[in-house]
């Protein structure tokens, strides 16, 4: 039985509490995880703070960049033992985490560390009432111990596109993985340790929220700033633990995303794209689509055409070749999903496929598994249309104008993400411009360039990061005036 302890001051440390890991495709026991108590969370701050102070606060950019590509190089390394953590934990398709979980987990550091070396911070020269001069020039300087807490939907990715930016700016972190899936944030102390990163600088705090771990660190007095991905309840839970000492929040949260797809698109590549944006991840995806607007003359032709995408999908285990949809993350995740299908049906959907449990073989009929669902004709106003739901479903409801469609995008208190799809490059220009959201794709979906801003509006968020825009989260730019 693997055990998963915590990574505090670059030992691996065991409590005498502890919880399972149970893999969703099957239930099995994937591991023990050592829950952190005070005396962990106080010894992690402790570390880092020490960190901070010692060596990895006078290491030089070029030393600390060198330190986070060798990081990167060494998971793409352990490439294989980074996927087959990431499938126990998630039961996502092998296919999906080998292109993008890993990948872009180790990229994280590398991009990170490339834009800290280029980055330039500004200065003015101006002249002064007794006809001298002075030169402004600004610092940057790490924020200091960052509490890093995550989700998990993308466990490695997202852990990973806060640490990578955090350590480049110098910092040091304490990562709350989620308790669903604590295994590639407890392999990544593996890999500090073999590439000598200072003890202290990442730090892994294992446990649950309230109560447990992920209370303690963001309460944590020693800690100087929160960043954080989860749903919106949790993210207002932990804004109101950062009040104490003002500290910094950057906060990746829920949504309720929209497409709007307009009878001048290319159909098949609308159809692909909502399916992709509705069922990947088997709908686990903060981007992912659960509302979709589409113009009147088009409707029940899409309608027909996503349904035949949602009923062509492969639901298996991840190492089952040319499967498409995993389970979701766990039974609780399920009973509340499942919660969602009964009431649309309740409330007197039209439930076009799914809608309930697919019957699956052997050992697999403990796992998580659940059907891609599509319904139409409900109400704006019924909750299955309104609260984000984090499964393989969505909604489809007609519209007639381009104001209409960006009205019933913007009827929510989210902002993430919408996609667009149209021909019409004006009409794409005009929704990007009308649409309340941190995250506009026009003819696509989920398409990343790492340099661009990354966040929420309205509810969905606090703050971008991405490229630069990181940098403002995880520096404090001290502004020196020198007069001569
Ligand atoms: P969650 O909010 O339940 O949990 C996230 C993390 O917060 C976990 O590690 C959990 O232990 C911890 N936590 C819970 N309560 C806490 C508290 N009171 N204090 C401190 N920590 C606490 O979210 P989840 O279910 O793991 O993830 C799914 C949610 O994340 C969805 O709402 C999804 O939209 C959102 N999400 C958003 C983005 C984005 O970029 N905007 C990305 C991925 C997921």
């Given at each position: 039985?693997?055990?998963?302890?915590?990574?505090?001051?670059?030992?691996?440390?065991?409590?005498?509490?502890?919880?399972?890991?149970?893999?969703p495709a099957d239930g099995r026991l994937i591991a023990r995880v050592h829950e952190a108590g005070a005396a962990e969370v106080d010894a992690?701050?402790?570390?880092?703070?020490?960190?901070?102070?010692?060596?990895?606060?006078?290491?030089?950019?070029?030393?600390?960049?060198?330190?986070?590509?060798?990081?990167?190089?060494?998971?793409?390394?352990?490439?294989?033992?980074?996927?087959?953590?990431?499938?126990?934990?998630?039961?996502?398709?092998?296919?999906?985490?080998?292109?993008?979980?890993?990948?872009?987990?180790?990229?994280?550091?590398?991009?990170?560390?490339?834009?800290?070396?280029?980055?330039?911070?500004?200065?003015?020269?101006?002249?002064?009432?007794?006809?001298?001069?002075?030169?402004?020039?600004?610092?940057?300087?790490?924020?200091?111990?960052?509490?890093?807490?995550?989700?998990?939907?993308?466990?490695?990715?997202?852990?990973?596109?806060?640490?990578?930016?955090?350590?480049?700016?110098?910092?040091?972190?304490?990562?709350?993985?989620?308790?669903?899936?604590p295994a590639t944030a407890t392999l990544l102390g593996e890999v500090m340790q073999k590439v000598g990163m200072p003890a202290g600088v990442?730090?892994?705090?294992?446990?649950?929220?309230?109560?447990?771990?992920?209370?303690?660190?963001?309460?944590?007095?020693?800690?100087?700033?929160?960043?954080?991905?989860?749903?919106?309840?949790?993210?207002?839970?932990?804004?109101?633990?950062?009040?104490?000492?003002?500290?910094?929040?950057?906060?990746?949260?829920?949504?309720?995303?929209?497409?709007?797809?307009?009878?001048?698109?290319?159909?098949?590549?609308?159809?692909?794209?909502?399916?992709?944006?509705?069922?990947?991840?088997?709908?686990?995806?903060?981007?992912?689509?659960?509302?979709?607007?589409?113009?009147?003359?088009?409707?029940?032709?899409?309608?027909?055409?996503?349904?035949?995408?949602?009923?062509?999908?492969?639901?298996?285990?991840?190492?089952?070749?040319?499967?498409?949809?995993?389970?979701?993350?766990?039974?609780?995740?399920?009973?509340?999903?499942?919660?969602?299908?009964?009431?649309?049906?309740?409330?007197?959907?039209?439930?076009?496929?799914?809608?309930?449990?697919?019957?699956?073989?052997?050992?697999?009929?403990?796992?998580?598994?659940?059907?891609?669902?599509?319904?139409?004709?409900?109400?704006?106003?019924?909750?299955?249309?309104r609260e984000e739901i984090f499964g393989p479903c969505c909604h489809i409801a007609p519209f007639d104008t381009e104001e209409e469609a960006?009205?019933?995008?913007?009827?929510?208190?989210?902002?993430?993400?919408?996609?667009?799809?149209?021909?019409?490059?004006?009409?794409?220009?005009?929704?990007?411009?009308?649409?309340?959201?941190?995250?506009?794709?026009?003819?696509?979906?989920?398409?990343?360039?790492?340099?661009?801003?990354?966040?929420?509006?309205?509810?969905?968020?606090?703050?971008?990061?991405?490229?630069?825009?990181?940098?403002?989260?995880?520096?404090?730019?001290?502004?020196?005036?020198?007069?001569?």
């Amino acid at each position: 039985m693997q055990e998963f302890r915590n990574f505090i001051d670059g030992e691996f440390v065991a409590t005498s509490r502890t919880f399972e890991d149970r893999a969703p495709a099957d239930g099995r026991l994937i591991a023990r995880v050592h829950e952190a108590g005070a005396a962990e969370v106080d010894a992690a701050v402790a570390a880092a703070q020490r960190a901070l102070k010692g060596p990895w606060g006078r290491m030089t950019v070029a030393r600390r960049t060198e330190l986070l590509h060798a990081v990167a190089d060494e998971i793409d390394r352990r490439f294989d033992d980074f996927l087959a953590a990431e499938i126990a934990d998630t039961g996502k398709p092998r296919s999906l985490a080998a292109h993008i979980d890993i990948p872009r987990g180790a990229a994280n550091f590398k991009i990170f560390a490339d834009v800290v070396k280029n980055v330039p911070t500004e200065s003015f020269e101006m002249a002064t009432p007794d006809g001298g001069v002075a030169i402004n020039y600004a610092l940057r300087r790490p924020v200091g111990v960052v509490a890093v807490v995550c989700p998990w939907n993308l466990p490695l990715l997202l852990m990973t596109w806060k640490v990578g930016p955090a350590l480049a700016c110098g910092n040091a972190v304490i990562v709350k993985p989620s308790e669903e899936t604590p295994a590639t944030a407890t392999l990544l102390g593996e890999v500090m340790q073999k590439v000598g990163m200072p003890a202290g600088v990442y730090n892994v705090v294992h446990g649950f929220g309230p109560g447990s771990a992920g209370e303690l660190l963001t309460r944590h007095p020693g800690v100087n700033a929160i960043t954080f991905t989860g749903e919106t309840s949790t993210g207002e839970a932990i804004m109101r633990a950062a009040s104490s000492g003002v500290r910094p929040v950057s906060f990746e949260l829920g949504g309720k995303n929209a497409a709007i797809v307009f009878d001048d698109c290319d159909f098949d590549k609308a159809v692909a794209g909502v399916a992709r944006s509705a069922f990947e991840n088997c709908g686990q995806v903060c981007l992912g689509t659960e509302r979709v607007y589409v113009q009147r003359p088009l409707f029940e032709r899409f309608v027909q055409a996503l349904k035949a995408r949602a009923e062509s999908l492969r639901i298996g285990p991840p190492e089952q070749e040319g499967v498409d949809l995993g389970p979701l993350i766990s039974q609780e995740h399920r009973r509340k999903v499942l919660g969602y299908y009964e009431q649309a049906r309740e409330e007197g959907a039209t439930v076009v496929t799914g809608g309930g449990v697919p019957g699956m073989p052997g050992a697999l009929a403990e796992g998580a598994w659940i059907q891609p669902t599509i319904w139409t004709g409900l109400p704006e106003s019924s909750a299955v249309v309104r609260e984000e739901i984090f499964g393989p479903c969505c909604h489809i409801a007609p519209f007639d104008t381009e104001e209409e469609a960006a009205a019933l995008a913007n009827a929510t208190p989210y902002g993430l993400a919408t996609s667009v799809w149209t021909d019409n490059l004006g009409r794409g220009l005009r929704m990007a411009a009308a649409i309340e959201v941190g995250l506009c794709w026009i003819n696509s979906w989920f398409l990343r360039d790492l340099r661009t801003p990354f966040g929420g509006a309205k509810a969905s968020g606090i703050g971008r990061e991405g490229g630069v825009h990181s940098l403002e989260f995880y520096t404090e730019l001290r502004n020196v005036c020198v007069k001569h």
